[in-house]
C-alpha cells in the first residue's frame, strides 16, 4: 500500500506494541505511520490464512488516542505510603550517587585536562625556544595528546552515564509525586518501565482497551 509506511520496529512512535494485543484473536498490534492522513496507527498484526484472521476495518487507532487510554489507566492507581517512600528513597539513592562517584569522577577528569593542558602549552614554549629536541618534543606530545584523547572519551561516557542517571532521578521523584504526571511527561523507554511494573499487556477492541492485564 502506497500511503502506508512500516517503519521500524524500534521506532519511539510505537513504543506500546509491546504491550497491546488484540482482543479479537490475541496476536500481536504493529504500528505503521499513513503518509495520507500523517499520522501514525496501531493495528492487529494477523494475516490472511493465519488461525484467528479478522479484517481491521474500524479497527485501526491511532497512537495519540491509544496513549491517552494507556494514560487514563494510570488514574485508576494509588502508590501505598510505604512504596511511595521506597521509590522516593530510591531517587534519592541514585542522586546521592550521580553527585558521590560520577560528578567525583568528573571532576577529577577535568583537572587531569587542565593539567595536561599546561604541560603542552609549556613543551610546544620549550620547543619553541629551542630547550627540547625534536624526538623529545614529539613523544612528549603524542603522549599528552593521546592522554586527553582517552580522557575526552572518558569524559563523554560520563557524561551519558549522568543523563541516564538523573533520567532515572527524576523518574523514580515524580513516580513517588504524582503517578499519572510521571507516566505523561516520560519519554518511550521511562513509560515502558513504568508499564512493565504495572501491566503484563493490554487486550484491544472496537479501539477501546478491553481487559488490562496486570503483571
Known amino acids: ?17 509491546g504491550f497491546l494485543r488484540c482482543g479479537f484473536c490475541s496476536h500481536r498490534i504493529t504500528g505503521s505511520h499513513v ?5 501514525n496507527y496501531y493495528y492487529c498484526a494477523v494475516k490472511e490464512g493465519e488461525p484467528g484472521y479478522h479484517s481491521n476495518r474500524g479497527q485501526t487507532i491511532d497512537v495519540q488516542s491509544m496513549e491517552n487510554q494507556i494514560a487514563d489507566y494510570f488514574k485508576l492507581l494509588q502508590l501505598s505510603p510505604s512504596l511511595v517512600e521506597e521509590v522516593f528513597q530510591r531517587a534519592k539513592d541514585i542522586l546521592a550517587e550521580t553527585h558521590n562517584d560520577v560528578d567525583r569522577e ?87 518501565a513504568y508499564l512493565s511494573i504495572f501491566w503484563e499487556h493490554f487486550e484491544i477492541k472496537d479501539r477501546r482497551i478491553s481487559k488490562a492485564v496486570p503483571s
Not at 500500500?1 to 506494541?17: C, G, M, V
Not at 599546561?118 to 606530545?141: A, I, R, T
Not at 599528552?144 to 538523573?166: F, G, H, P, V, Y
Open 35 to 39: 503518509r495520507k492522513k500523517n499520522k
Open 1 to 17: 500500500n502506497a500511503i502506508r509506511k512500516r517503519l521500524p520496529e524500534n521506532h519511539e512512535a510505537f513504543f506500546l506494541r
Open 106 to 192: 568528573r571532576i577529577k577528569l577535568l583537572n587531569e585536562n587542565t593539567r595536561l593542558e599546561k604541560q603542552k602549552q609549556v613543551l610546544e614554549v620549550k620547543f619553541l625556544d629551542g630547550l627540547v629536541l625534536d624526538e623529545m618534543y614529539s613523544s612528549h606530545h603524542v603522549r599528552i595528546s593521546d592522554e586527553l584523547a582517552s580522557n575526552k572519551l572518558r569524559l563523554e561516557k560520563i557524561s551519558e552515564e549522568r543523563d541516564t542517571n538523573i533520567d532515572l532521578f527524576e523518574s523514580f521523584l515524580r513516580l513517588a509525586r504524582n503517578l499519572t504526571k510521571a507516566y505523561t511527561a516520560s519519554k518511550p523507554s521511562v513509560k515502558m
